[in-house]
């Protein structure tokens, strides 16, 4: 017994010895801190730069180029979609690399470490081809799509743009960001916005996908492309921007861009063009921020108007969802199978369906299916019909957990005394229905306050969608925390008030 013991032993220890011969193997192959994995981030619905293709693989000319450099350093090339609005936070958090994505250098020159400009790129206005919008000066009184954090944001709204733009941007009924431009054509398409400014190479994309479209001839403006890095990370910059002066010299950057041609890349390549290295940065002095007091001022004060926006949508939604949803148990009761069958299938679709999708059909159908054109002002109708239908299929189910939980002996007593059944519901079974469904309903408005901020689909701006465009903005996390502080602390009230409620009720009896 003790010999297969003393064997057994024998033989963890080499095992243990090879495995550790092995590693150190492998630590000699591979220099200390040398680079495995280059992650990119990049917004997966900006084509052709970086976009998922028919096939499901996400491709791009910015994405080929970065596979090109992989394949030359012998990294593994990870591509990273990310919310564009969240692109500061992913970045300087360690999360990707760099940011390749069409990513314009201009007013960001102080952000972060640049390669030198490799696309000369414009914004331009796109509009529906039936529009008689013809030049930039036909854009007065019309809605004006941008995309948040965009280079055509920055055209119209930042502090250096010109005055020619800044005089047309004050000409424009309203200025909307929009989270991508995926939404920004399809609100193009059903009429909810006029025009799209947008980057020569996506709008060229736009048009080969859906020929209704037109460019106009004027530019807003025009700016360069770099690749993004972490303010300070130099070496990695560097080992990159080497790289992509090799690919040029030998003309595998132009082979790759007459990939694109078809976009109006191939024109506007510019790589090693005189003026290109403006931004070019060599060295890694961090930045001087803003004190925490000022900062935290400033962004409350922005974030003002988004918390209207969202009360708005809180308050309206339970007015017309909490008698939307009693009618629905009623007819959900009804003795006419029909119609219990009706509220049956409504409840179980807007139960199992994602909120969101269900804005979407709500502020687009209308237009896809009827062919409807759909104003600026039914965004927010729009928000406030699907949040309350929505709401209301949840209201329902509560609402008939209720009344079938009260004993059938009441009824019946109730019938007994000569009540009809309009006085047995009014004045037994809804005030007991209102005691039992306290608890649920609060749980449900507490996710109601949270889940207003899914009016982003629609483009609609509330409170967490203004806090996520400061973020982006900003580059810190400071205007997400203010947001949850005002979530916790309205859901606070919410929960002092329904509690208060169920005390009036004497819900909870000792």
Not at 52 to 71: H, I, M, P, T
Not at 159 to 179: C, H, R
Not at 434 to 446: A, D, L, Q, S, Y
């Amino acid at each position: 017994m003790k010999m297969k013991k003393d064997k057994i032993k024998k033989t963890l220890l080499v095992l243990f010895s090879i495995s550790l011969l092995a590693g150190l193997f492998t630590a000699c192959g591979k220099k200390k801190g040398e680079r495995e994995t280059f992650v990119v981030g990049f917004d997966a619905e900006f084509p052709p730069y970086g976009y998922k293709d028919d096939d499901g693989n996400y491709v791009g000319f910015d994405l080929e180029l970065a596979e090109e450099v992989c394949r030359r350093k012998g990294w593994k090339l990870v591509k990273q979609p990310i919310d564009w609005e969240q692109k500061n936070m992913e970045l300087n958090s360690g999360a990707i690399d760099c940011i390749w994505n069409g990513f314009t250098v201009n007013g960001r020159e102080d952000d972060y470490t640049w390669t030198t400009a490799y696309v000369d790129n414009s914004q331009v206005v796109v509009v529906r081809k039936d529009s008689d919008i013809e030049s930039l000066a036909d854009l007065k009184g019309k809605v004006v799509a941008v995309q948040s954090d965009s280079a055509a944001l920055a055209a119209f709204t930042s502090e250096d743009t010109t005055e020619e733009n800044i005089a047309l941007a004050k000409n424009f009924k309203d200025l909307i960001q929009i989270g991508n431009y995926v939404s920004a054509f399809l609100d193009l398409s059903s009429g909810s916005v006029d025009a799209v400014c947008i980057d020569v190479g996506v709008a060229y994309y736009q048009l080969n996908q859906n020929p209704d479209f037109k460019i106009l001839k004027e530019t807003v403006s025009s700016e360069k492309y770099g690749v993004a890095f972490k303010y300070g990370n130099t070496e990695l910059r560097d080992e990159v921007q080497e790289t992509l002066e090799e690919m040029y010299k030998d003309g595998t950057m132009q082979e790759i861009a007459s990939h694109w041609s078809d976009y109006y890349i191939a024109e506007s390549l510019c790589f090693m063009d005189e003026g290109t290295d403006f931004a070019y940065r060599t060295d890694d002095t961090a930045k001087a921020d803003k004190p925490f007091g000022k900062k935290f001022i400033s962004i409350s004060k922005q974030l003002a108007e988004g918390i209207l926006a969202t009360l708005s949508i809180f308050f309206l939604t339970l007015i017309f969802s909490l008698p939307l949803g009693l009618l629905l148990t009623f007819i959900r009761m009804s003795r006419a199978k029909v119609l219990q069958w009706i509220a049956r299938i409504y409840i179980s679709i807007l139960r199992g369906t994602p909120l969101m999708l269900q804005l979407l059909v709500v502020f687009y159908g209308p237009h896809f299916l009827f062919g409807a054109e759909t104003s600026q002002s039914y965004r927010f109708i729009a928000v406030i019909i699907g949040f309350s239908l929505n709401y209301a299929a949840y209201f329902a189910e509560i609402f008939r957990a209720g009344i079938e939980g009260i004993p059938v002996g009441q009824r019946e007593a109730a019938d007994v005394l000569g009540y009809s059944k309009a006085q047995t519901f009014r004045k037994i079974i809804f005030p007991q229905m209102c005691k039992r469904v306290i608890p649920p309903v609060t749980n449900e408005v507490i996710t109601l306050v949270k889940d207003t901020s899914l009016a982003f689909a629609l483009a609609y701006t509330e409170m967490f969608t203004l806090a996520k465009q400061i973020t982006a903005s900003e580059a810190s996390m400071l205007p997400i925390f203010i947001a949850g502080v005002f979530y916790y602390i309205f859901n606070f009230i919410v929960a002092m008030v329904m509690e208060a409620i169920e005390k009036k009720f004497k819900v909870w009896r000792v």
